[in-house]
């Protein structure tokens, strides 16, 4: 999944996806997780990767920049 994000995010730099929309690209067939795997799965891939390049648009969802 965190890939899935990762993946969808930098394919639209500066586009805002909710964390709705997020869930349902990186798990389409996944009705147990939730929208909460979405937000600590953007945890994660900020942690691994150390980049600041997801940015949470505060009342929205997030957006990747360049």
Same mark, same amino acid.
């Given at each position: 999944?965190?890939? +899935? ?6 394919? %639209? ?6 964390? $709705? ?7 389409? +067939?996944?009705?147990? &997780?939730?929208? $909460? &795997?979405?937000? &600590? ?8 990767? +150390?980049? +600041?390049?997801?940015?949470?648009? %505060? ?5 990747? $920049?360049?």
């Amino acid at each position: 999944m965190e890939f +899935n994000i990762l993946y969808y995010l930098a394919l %639209h730099p500066g586009w805002t996806f909710t964390r $709705e929309q997020l869930y349902q690209y990186a798990m389409p +067939n996944d009705f147990a &997780s939730g929208l $909460e &795997s979405v937000t &600590s799965r953007i945890y994660k891939i900020r942690k691994k990767l +150390n980049i +600041n390049a997801i940015q949470t648009v %505060h009342g929205y969802g997030y957006r990747f $920049e360049k």
